[in-house]
């Protein structure tokens, strides 16, 4: 009698099971749907917002060409405050929208030399580097990693580019690229002695316009973090960041081992 007990009880307890791994499939593809659905919308608002922003740009550049000689000081600092904020517009929508259309498929990715990436990377941005005198220490056994190239070029130059600015005010700024082989994850890290990140802020800076108050003056629209993370999880990998402030930042990303 008990050991039919027994057989009903395990048997109540697989249907359980499997309906609640049913139940959690449903959930995920439904979060999964929602999530396309708000890429696709966030591409669409994004794209439509380029129009006007191309004719605000030609209006303005109509008044500097034809009319700048009769304008007084205060009117073209208007004009010219008009243009820098176009800029910034163009650069977030530009970052929105390549941000709805990262994806990374297994065909697409090839193995990339990362030292290749970082010369690469830091070629284009020189023009940051003419201020001061940055140091920049490479590990010479940085890996080869299975990934998509312009999308792990784009995961150096976000880092390196955060790396000089926040290290700009340094006495003598120091980057550092290292790695840190694993067995199943590749460990790499892009470091510098500048501001640093207040423990409170650490959350924050992966989020979507995480920009930092304390940051104002520097740069930049708040989307480079957002986009590197969803790069570096589309391959399969994680990052994070060691940091406080005054002390300088460390990020870390991990990428499978893939041969
Ligand atoms: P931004 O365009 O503002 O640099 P990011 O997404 O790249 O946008 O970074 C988000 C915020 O994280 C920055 O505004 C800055 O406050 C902080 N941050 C990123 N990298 C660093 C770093 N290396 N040192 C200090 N703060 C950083």
Same mark, same amino acid.
């Given at each position: 009698?008990?050991?039919?007990?027994?057989?009903?009880?395990?048997?109540?307890?697989?249907?359980?099971?499997?309906?609640?791994?049913?139940?959690?499939?449903?959930?995920?593809? $439904? !979060?999964?749907?929602?999530? +396309? @659905? =708000?890429?696709?919308?966030?591409?669409?608002?994004?794209? #439509?917002? &380029?129009?006007?922003?191309?004719?605000?740009?030609?209006?303005?550049?109509?008044?500097?060409?034809?009319?700048?000689?009769?304008?007084?000081?205060?009117?073209?600092?208007?004009?010219?405050?008009?243009?820098?904020?176009?800029?910034?517009?163009?650069?977030?929508?530009?970052?929105?929208?390549?941000?709805?259309?990262?994806?990374?498929?297994?065909?697409?990715?090839?193995?990339?030399?990362?030292?290749? $990436? !970082?010369?690469?990377?830091? +070629? @284009? =941005?020189?023009?940051?580097?003419?201020?001061?005198?940055? #140091?920049? &220490?490479?590990?010479?056994?940085?890996?080869?990693?299975?990934?998509?190239?312009?999308?792990?070029?784009?995961?150096?130059?976000?880092?390196?580019?955060?790396?000089?600015?926040?290290?700009?005010?340094?006495?003598?700024?120091?980057?550092?690229?290292?790695?840190?082989?694993?067995?199943?994850?590749?460990?790499?890290?892009?470091?510098?002695?500048?501001?640093?990140?207040?423990?409170?802020?650490?959350?924050?800076?992966?989020?979507?316009?995480?920009? =930092?108050?304390?940051?104002?003056?520097?740069?930049?629209?708040?989307?480079?973090?957002?986009?590197?993370?969803?790069?570096?999880?589309?391959?399969?990998?994680?990052?994070?960041?060691?940091?406080?402030?005054?002390?300088?930042?460390?990020?870390?990303?991990?990428?499978?081992?893939?041969?």
């Amino acid at each position: 009698m008990s050991e039919r007990l027994a057989t009903v009880d395990n048997d109540f307890l697989m249907q359980e099971n499997f309906s609640l791994k049913q139940q959690l499939k449903t959930k995920e593809q $439904l !979060l999964q749907q929602k999530s +396309e @659905e =708000l890429q696709s919308y966030l591409y669409t608002v994004a794209h #439509e917002l &380029k129009t006007p922003i191309i004719s605000m740009r030609g209006y303005t550049m109509l008044l500097q060409e034809f009319y700048l000689a009769n304008l007084d000081g205060e009117i073209r600092n208007y004009l010219e405050r008009i243009v820098t904020n176009l800029d910034q517009m163009d650069d977030l929508i530009i970052n929105l929208i390549d941000y709805t259309r990262i994806d990374v498929n297994a065909d697409e990715c090839e193995q990339v030399n990362t030292i290749d $990436l !970082l010369h690469e990377a830091l +070629e @284009e =941005l020189e023009f940051l580097m003419h201020q001061k005198d940055y #140091e920049i &220490k490479i590990s010479p056994d940085l890996p080869t990693v299975f990934s998509k190239r312009n999308l792990m070029l784009r995961v150096f130059t976000n880092l390196l580019n955060n790396a000089i600015k926040y290290s700009k005010d340094s006495e003598h700024p120091v980057i550092e690229v290292g790695y840190a082989p694993g067995e199943i994850f590749h460990k790499l890290y892009v470091k510098d002695n500048g501001v640093g990140i207040a423990h409170s802020d650490l959350d924050k800076i992966f989020q979507i316009f995480g920009r =930092l108050k304390n940051k104002k003056n520097t740069k930049g629209c708040g989307l480079g973090l957002v986009i590197t993370k969803r790069i570096i999880e589309k391959h399969g990998g994680e990052i994070w960041v060691e940091s406080s402030r005054g002390k300088g930042s460390t990020f870390f990303f991990t990428l499978p081992r893939r041969t």
